[in-house]
């Protein structure tokens, strides 16, 4: 991802700073980022770009590069591109300067200097409420781009080579997961955590799969219910104490049964055994599940079978 934003960056300030219409040709070979192998590859690259800086509102326009109306290029007109002060007060911006510090990917702090063009921040480090939303950034940009042009991924993932049609990537307690079927297994959405993948490799072809219209990335990893129902399962689970709490706010009827210095076991309410599995699959190895038999047969199966 971190490439992505680069690539994006680079051509926003080249073409800021041009002063001029810039074709297609001159883009590839002047902006870094944009040396793909084949015209193709380029192509599809440079597309995308453009779409994504025009949906964040830069009014990229083509237009004739001379008088004799030959060639196009293109341009951001400056005046078009210029934002009048949105008149933040000192704690607005305060706020804007937290936010930005507190959100990390990859341990990495956000840079402020988009806070200070709106008229200044404090020095407020943000670091006591700093999240770090983790992981390889190379490695959530390839596969972000996998997702938008709809390519394969290749991997290893418990010691088995997996071929998935990526549909979106999801964030829980700390975890990136791709959340992806695999080939041939269409209806069977499976949660794959990034960091347990090996040998991943992206598929150059493009337009492989259709993701359909009604997937929703936050439902593939749900929250476990907090409403009863009738048909309730009465479950025992013990929680490391790191996330006891967190698991004790979000489940429903919860009650804690015992305590030692190392875990907490509780006893809490599963109206809906895929849901469950999916809350679950959040705490990863922090968690135990000790009865029923039947939900720990079918937790395993979820994670062993459908990750």
Do not use: C
Not at 130 to 137: R, S
């Amino acid at each position: 991802m971190q490439k992505v934003i680069e690539r994006i960056l680079n051509l926003l300030a080249f073409l800021l700073t041009v002063g001029r219409p810039v074709t297609a040709d001159e883009i590839r070979h002047t902006v870094k980022g944009y040396d793909q192998p084949s015209d193709e590859a380029f192509r599809r690259t440079f597309e995308r770009d453009k779409d994504l800086l025009r949906t964040l509102g830069v009014p990229i326009s083509l237009t004739h590069t001379d008088v004799w109306e030959v060639e196009l290029g293109y341009i951001i007109p400056t005046d078009d591109y210029q934002i009048t002060d949105p008149g933040l007060t000192d704690e607005e911006r305060s706020a804007l300067m937290i936010a930005a510090q507190a959100v990390r990917f990859g341990g990495q702090s956000t840079e402020a200097a988009a806070i200070f063009k709106l008229g200044g921040a404090t020095t407020n480090s943000g670091a006591a409420v700093a999240a770090d939303l983790g992981h390889d950034l190379e490695v959530l940009g390839e596969l972000f781009e996998a997702i938008t042009d709809r390519r394969r991924v290749l991997f290893t993932y418990k010691d088995r080579p997996r071929t998935v049609e990526p549909y979106g990537l999801g964030h829980r307690f700390g975890h990136w997961y791709l959340l992806a079927p695999e080939v041939g297994q269409a209806d069977t959405v499976k949660a794959f955590r990034l960091d347990r993948m090996s040998q991943l490799k992206v598929d150059e072809a493009g337009s492989m799969f259709a993701r359909p219209n009604d997937f929703d990335p936050a439902t593939s990893l749900p929250d476990m219910g907090r409403s009863r129902g009738d048909d309730a399962i009465t479950a025992q689970i013990r929680f490391n104490l790191d996330v006891a709490e967190i698991a004790m706010e979000q489940a429903a009827d919860v009650v804690e049964i015992d305590r030692d210095s190392e875990s907490v076991t509780v006893e809490l309410s599963v109206s809906s055994v895929p849901h469950f599995n999916g809350w679950m699959l959040g705490f990863d190895d922090k968690s135990l599940i000790e009865s029923p038999r039947f939900l720990v047969d079918a937790y395993l199966a979820y994670i062993g079978g459908g990750e």
